[in-house]
């Protein structure tokens, strides 16, 4: 008998709601299950936060720029989609990260991995932290385990190992930069539980990391331009995967310029509510949006008001081009970060030109200056011109740039970077296991979830769909 086509509809255009759909359709494909597949994102194009400009030679990444190349999920959908030819990696001559502290640039010290020491020689060497704050970071060595293991803020588990020094100066702009967040408020579990991990296996994190860069798994075949390095892009832009997505997923429909405006339950499944009035039927829906837009879709499902304590910071990306000629400060590295504790409005820079050879002309500079943190929002006032004053002052006192740049690009990220608050996973399950018994065939993904990088936005896409697959498979 001929199997009944099931109605699957994806909401939202971003990686998380793209790789839904692609692994739906995949594993519905693999399993000969006719499958109806809907994704419907509110704005006019794909992608969400992944926005690449192409212009002038320059490739001007308004969201994203980069990804962890040892985050598989990526790598595998990057074959998936026929891409690995187009994957690069970062400068091999431009690999030094710098970290503003004290009105200078500090190069970021060698065998630094999650900002742990893994190396001693350069760690004792620099001037990022003080000989007290050095001598408190090696307590670590000594230091018991944390025998309970209930969640705590990432910056009272580092302050608790390294010390106050290498929270402020080094894991502060480091690891609560990837999220603009306040390291006190932000979930440990949550964002890096490998280290939750190593301090449970290794009880120091120093030896932990070593001895995790020792055991390092083989890479993965690669091309020889993305070989060896930390971070990964595509040549022409990370918007590549989006558009290629979107070219293998032809056969689904796609509304654009669309929003779900509600969701009912019927006795034979769901109704979607669109802006124009439309309505559709899905037997099983995947919510790839943020948090907050989720939770007024399913506002009578217990529990449901947890997804609100995810707050969203807003940040800002300012792209300024100029010519080789007009800066002489020499850019041997990837860029810096600022600790917040050095009062600046710019909280990092990436030099794109030197990190990335694709990024500019032969003969021009393109730097991505970032603005915006958790705790330092009054920049969403302001207007473009402030806004690039403000980035150009820094840029003035940081490394003695004077110039007109030949042209700027403003992204405003409003409500953009999901903060985990302590108790994220345990609030999250919650939410999953009242969404499972009232409302069965809805599955939450993406971003606010369960890590904000675009590997983990793709792994929850792809579990997402292993969830539709088994619940309408039935
Ligand atoms: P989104 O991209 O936000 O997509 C959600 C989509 O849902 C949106 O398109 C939205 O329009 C749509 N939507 C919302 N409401 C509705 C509705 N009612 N109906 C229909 N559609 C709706 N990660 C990295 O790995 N590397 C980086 O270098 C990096 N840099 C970043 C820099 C910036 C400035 C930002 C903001 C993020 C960065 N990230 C980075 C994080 C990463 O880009 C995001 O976490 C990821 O792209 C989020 O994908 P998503 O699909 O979950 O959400």
């Not at 086509?5 to 000969?32: P, R």
């Not at 304590?309 to 990306?317: D, P």
């Not at 969404?435 to 793709?458: H, M, R, S, T």
Request: charged share 25%.
């Amino acid at each position: 008998m001929e199997k009944p086509c099931k109605k699957v509809i994806i909401i939202g255009g971003g990686i998380t709601g793209l790789s839904a759909a692609f692994y739906t359709k995949k594993l519905f494909d693999e399993q000969q299950i006719p499958v109806d597949i809907t994704l419907i994102e509110k704005s006019e194009e794909l992608g969400g936060k992944i926005q690449t400009l192409r212009k002038d030679g320059f490739i001007i990444e308004r969201g994203p720029d980069a990804f962890l190349a040892r985050k598989l999920p990526i790598i595998t959908l990057t074959k998936e989609l026929g891409l690995e030819d187009e994957l690069i990696g970062t400068n091999p001559n431009a690999r030094t990260n710098y970290i503003y502290h004290k009105k200078k640039l500090h190069q970021m010290p060698l065998g630094l991995v999650l900002g742990i020491p893994t190396k001693l020689t350069p760690f004792m060497k620099t001037g990022l932290i003080s000989p007290i704050g050095k001598l408190r970071a090696s307590l670590d060595l000594l230091l018991p385990k944390k025998k309970i293991l209930e969640d705590e803020s990432l910056g009272h588990f580092i302050q608790r190992r390294l010390g106050k020094e290498v929270l402020e100066n080094i894991t502060e702009p480091l690891l609560g930069g990837i999220y603009a967040g306040d390291t006190d408020t932000l979930s440990l579990q949550a964002t890096f539980p490998n280290l939750v991990e190593m301090e449970q296996k290794h009880r120091s994190l120093i030896l932990g990391m070593a001895a995790g860069m020792k055991n390092r798994p083989a890479s993965v075949n690669l091309p020889d331009a993305a070989k060896k390095s930390m971070f990964l892009t595509y040549k022409n832009g990370m918007s590549t995967l989006i558009e290629a997505l979107k070219e293998t997923l032809k056969s689904i429909r796609i509304i654009k310029g669309q929003g779900v405006t509600k969701v009912d339950q019927r006795d034979n499944g769901y109704q979607v509510h669109l802006d124009d009035q439309t309505k559709l039927h899905a037997d099983g829906i995947v919510f790839a949006l943020p948090n907050h837009h989720a939770a007024s879709l399913l506002s009578d499902v217990e529990s449901i008001h947890l997804l609100e304590k995810v707050n969203y910071v807003s940040v800002a990306n300012v792209s300024l081009t100029f010519d080789k000629a007009d800066i002489t400060y020499p850019m041997n590295g990837t860029g810096f970060l600022i600790p917040a504790n050095e009062g600046t409005v710019l909280t990092a820079c990436t030099w794109s030109s030197s990190k990335w050879l694709h990024a500019a002309p032969e003969n021009k500079y393109l730097l991505r200056c970032y603005v915006g943190r958790e705790k330092d929002q009054q920049w969403v006032k302001w207007s473009d011109e402030e806004i690039l004053a403000n980035v150009q002052k820094d840029l003035k006192d940081i490394m003695g740039i004077t110039a007109t740049p030949t042209s700027h690009t403003i992204t405003r990220a409003i409500h953009s970077m999901p903060q985990y608050p302590i108790h994220h996973l345990e609030q999250l399950k919650k939410v999953r296991k009242c969404l499972k018994a009232q409302k069965p065939g809805l599955f939450l993904c993406g971003a606010g979830y369960e890590g904000v990088g675009i590997p983990d936005c793709i792994e929850q896409g792809k579990r997402a769909a292993e969830k539709m697959v088994a619940y309408l498979a039935v």
